[in-house]
């Protein structure tokens, strides 16, 4: 790749599109003639100038093809997931020897303690970090950003200058958070230790979304916000690097979305999917914090009306946002609108390939609506909405659909920090919230809970999904956990931090079956049945369920049921 075409990787002048290569490359190119980015056997990134782009660009190019952008999900751990009990079984003390830890998040502040080994020298194998600037970046990496090894890192150390040596940081502390909670050493001063002390770390720290798909998508500039085509170079980069060092792995992506069908058919999730599935790689998500956000609106065509009235409060400082209403083959759906102010927009019927701008005559609002009769990944229908500059207060949608085939729709919002706290559904519902990725089918999907009193987290997201598969499956302690940082140690909540646990614990599993020569296969799929048969439950509740899938993950009550005793 020429250092032109390198150059628009990082530029806000070209936008990135995801693409299937082997369907839509050879288009793509007679369309376009820009640089192409190949990510695995599957997906390709395409670089076009902004220029060429409109403001329908999801009826020009297909909804899929715009990179989802995702937010950071963070809002005595030990005894809660069975640890101590399980170190004091004979030839059960296990530490995640042998097994990387993998992590796409913020990065990782390699200088803490909680990351060395009793000689003072790293546990981190590897840094690829995205931001840097790099000319010489290879394929390898995606032609952008630049790696840092343990050599690289341990170099750092020993300088008196360690960023001259490898100038990479963690600005926000999240990856390092999820990083110290999965795998960092003990810290007994603290009090603090992490789930696997001896496991090795890897962190790909992500680049910042282009400005130019923020504001396409009205993400508000100041908030954080990474692309999804980053998310899965980053996965990719993780995998090949077990795969060099031939060592299982553990992948925890601390990130939520609140675009897709939520389905587990984006394809972020399909790649998760299929990368879960190998044997030696066990992929960790977050179920998200958007359970209590209002972000969400399920409804059905009612019998009287063939309608159904949805409402949306707008904030008033909301200078722009999306919504995605998504119909439930083979129901097919269409709209009408009516402002605050009481103007009124005809149904808009659901033909293929309808687009309208719509520019209200009382406000100063613009409305770009796309309809996808039959969204290109999954086949249901997608009407996608874009409001500019909406005017505060209640926004009134009526959903129509045809008589006696209607099976529900489904609207989104953006997740919280891409819009304002009070835009939000006036009649929310809390179910199907689990954030993209986290409704991919392999991955083992992870909820919060308050390890003090045995609650769940109130913003943790809920399922089930879009086609009603289970997820989440499991729970781990998510809320006000001890977390390293480059200012010392501090609490931290959410999903995310339930998922880092859930992925030390996998570390551990890995380290029992493939390492120590238990099995000789084990994926996601098997990590998340070992830890399903340990569960801990109420007997309050029905499992499984939307809020806590099929229970609280215990680490002991797992090898207790592999040896047939009784449970504890």
Same mark, same amino acid.
């Given at each position: 790749?020429?250092?032109?075409?390198?150059?628009?990787?990082? *530029?806000?002048?070209?936008?990135?599109?995801?693409?299937?290569?082997?369907?839509?490359?050879?288009?793509?190119?007679?369309?376009?003639?820009?640089?192409?980015?190949?990510?695995?056997?599957?997906?390709?990134?395409?670089?076009?100038?902004?220029?060429?782009?409109?403001?329908?660009?999801?009826?020009?190019?297909?909804?899929?093809?715009?990179?989802?952008?995702?937010?950071?999900?963070?809002?005595?751990?030990?005894?809660?997931?069975? =640890?101590?009990?399980?170190?004091?079984?004979?030839?059960?003390?296990?530490?995640?020897?042998?097994?990387?830890?993998?992590?796409?998040?913020?990065?990782?502040?390699?200088?803490?303690?909680?990351?060395?080994? $009793?000689?003072?020298?790293?546990?981190?194998?590897?840094?690829?970090?995205?931001?840097?600037?790099?000319?010489?970046?290879?394929?390898?990496?995606?032609?952008?950003?630049?790696?840092?090894?343990?050599?690289?890192?341990?170099?750092?150390?020993? $300088?008196?200058?360690?960023?001259?040596?490898?100038?990479?940081?963690?600005?926000?502390?999240?990856?390092?958070?999820?990083?110290? =909670?999965?795998?960092?050493?003990?810290?007994?001063?603290?009090?603090?230790?992490?789930?696997?002390?001896?496991?090795?770390?890897?962190?790909?720290?992500?680049?910042?979304?282009?400005?130019?798909?923020?504001?396409?998508?009205?993400?508000?500039?100041?908030?954080?916000?990474?692309?999804?085509?980053?998310?899965?170079?980053?996965?990719?980069?993780?995998?090949? =690097?077990?795969?060099?060092?031939?060592?299982?792995?553990?992948?925890?992506?601390?990130?939520?979305?609140?675009?897709?069908?939520?389905?587990?058919?984006?394809?972020?999730?399909?790649?998760? *999917?299929? =990368?879960?599935?190998?044997?030696?790689?066990?992929?960790?998500?977050?179920?998200?914090?958007?359970?209590?956000?209002?972000?969400?609106?399920?409804?059905?065509?009612?019998?009287?009306?063939?309608?159904?009235?949805?409402?949306?409060?707008?904030?008033?400082?909301?200078?722009?946002?999306?919504?995605?209403?998504?119909?439930?083959?083979?129901?097919?759906?269409?709209?009408?609108?009516?402002?605050?102010?009481?103007?009124?927009?005809?149904?808009?019927?659901?033909?293929?390939?309808?687009?309208?701008?719509?520019?209200?005559?009382?406000?100063?609002?613009?409305?770009?609506?796309?309809?996808?009769?039959?969204?290109?990944?999954?086949?249901?229908?997608?009407?996608?909405?874009?409001?500019?500059?909406?005017?505060?207060?209640?926004?009134?949608?009526?959903?129509?659909?045809?008589?006696?085939?209607?099976?529900?729709?489904?609207?989104?919002?953006?997740?919280?920090?891409?819009?304002?706290?009070?835009?939000?559904?006036?009649?929310?519902?809390?179910?199907?919230?689990?954030?993209?990725?986290?409704?991919?089918?392999?991955?083992?999907?992870?909820?919060?809970?308050?390890?003090?009193?045995?609650?769940?987290?109130?913003?943790?997201?809920?399922?089930?999904?879009?086609?009603?598969?289970?997820?989440?499956?499991?729970?781990?302690?998510?809320?006000?956990?001890?977390?390293?940082?480059?200012?010392?140690?501090?609490?931290?909540?959410?999903?995310?931090?339930?998922?880092?646990?859930?992925?030390?614990?996998?570390?551990?599993?890995?380290?029992?079956?493939?390492?120590?020569?238990?099995?000789?296969?084990?994926?996601?799929?098997?990590?998340?049945?070992?830890?399903?048969?340990?569960?801990?439950?109420?007997?309050?509740?029905?499992?499984?369920?939307?809020?806590?899938?099929?229970?609280?993950?215990?680490?002991?009550?797992?090898?207790?049921?592999?040896?047939?005793?009784?449970?504890?």
């Amino acid at each position: 790749m020429t250092q032109e075409e390198q150059n628009k990787i990082i *530029s806000n002048d070209y936008i990135d599109v995801l693409i299937e290569y082997d369907a839509d490359l050879t288009r793509m190119k007679d369309v376009y003639g820009e640089t192409m980015q190949i990510l695995d056997d599957t997906y390709a990134v395409a670089y076009i100038p902004v220029s060429k782009t409109q403001e329908r660009l999801v009826g020009d190019i297909g909804y899929t093809a715009i990179p989802k952008l995702f937010g950071l999900l963070e809002s005595p751990t030990i005894e809660a997931v069975g =640890l101590n009990r399980l170190a004091r079984l004979p030839g059960l003390n296990l530490k995640g020897e042998g097994v990387i830890l993998g992590f796409v998040d913020t990065g990782i502040d390699y200088s803490l303690s909680v990351f060395r080994k $009793s000689d003072n020298t790293t546990r981190i194998i590897s840094i690829w970090d995205q931001t840097i600037v790099n000319p010489e970046a290879t394929p390898e990496t995606y032609n952008y950003g630049k790696v840092y090894t343990e050599d690289n890192i341990n170099e750092a150390l020993r $300088s008196e200058a360690p960023l001259s040596v490898v100038p990479s940081v963690d600005e926000l502390g999240h990856g390092t958070a999820l990083a110290g =909670l999965a795998g960092g050493g003990e810290v007994q001063a603290e009090n603090f230790t992490g789930i696997a002390t001896l496991a090795e770390l890897a962190m790909v720290k992500l680049k910042l979304a282009k400005e130019n798909l923020k504001e396409y998508l009205f993400v508000p500039a100041e908030t954080i916000a990474y692309q999804e085509n980053d998310i899965m170079a980053g996965v990719l980069y993780l995998v090949n =690097l077990a795969k060099q060092r031939n060592k299982p792995i553990v992948i925890c992506i601390g990130l939520g979305s609140n675009m897709g069908g939520h389905d587990g058919r984006e394809p972020i999730s399909l790649m998760l *999917s299929r =990368l879960g599935e190998r044997n030696g790689v066990v992929v960790v998500l977050p179920a998200g914090n958007e359970g209590a956000a209002g972000h969400h609106y399920f409804g059905t065509v009612e019998d009287t009306t063939n309608s159904n009235l949805v409402e949306v409060n707008v904030a008033e400082d909301e200078n722009g946002f999306t919504m995605e209403l998504w119909g439930q083959a083979p129901g097919v759906y269409s709209i009408d609108i009516t402002s605050p102010s009481g103007e009124y927009i005809p149904r808009i019927p659901a033909r293929l390939g309808e687009s309208r701008t719509i520019r209200f005559l009382f406000e100063s609002t613009i409305l770009y609506i796309s309809y996808l009769i039959a969204e290109a990944q999954t086949g249901d229908q997608l009407i996608f909405l874009r409001f500019v500059r909406p005017a505060p207060g209640i926004w009134r949608f009526r959903v129509y659909g045809i008589k006696d085939i209607t099976t529900g729709f489904h609207i989104w919002l953006p997740m919280t920090g891409f819009v304002r706290e009070a835009t939000r559904f006036v009649k929310p519902n809390p179910e199907t919230t689990i954030t993209t990725p986290g409704n991919a089918g392999i991955p083992i999907t992870v909820t919060a809970y308050d390890y003090r009193n045995q609650s769940i987290y109130l913003n943790a997201g809920r399922g089930f999904t879009r086609l009603n598969n289970i997820k989440p499956e499991l729970a781990a302690p998510g809320v006000e956990l001890l977390c390293p940082s480059s200012e010392g140690f501090v609490a931290k909540t959410g999903t995310s931090m339930a998922a880092a646990v859930t992925a030390g614990i996998g570390a551990l599993l890995l380290e029992w079956g493939l390492v120590r020569g238990k099995l000789i296969y084990m994926d996601s799929t098997a990590v998340k049945q070992f830890l399903i048969r340990g569960v801990k439950r109420s007997t309050n509740e029905a499992y499984p369920n939307k809020v806590w899938g099929f229970g609280m993950i215990d680490i002991y009550r797992t090898f207790d049921s592999l040896r047939g005793e009784s449970t504890l």
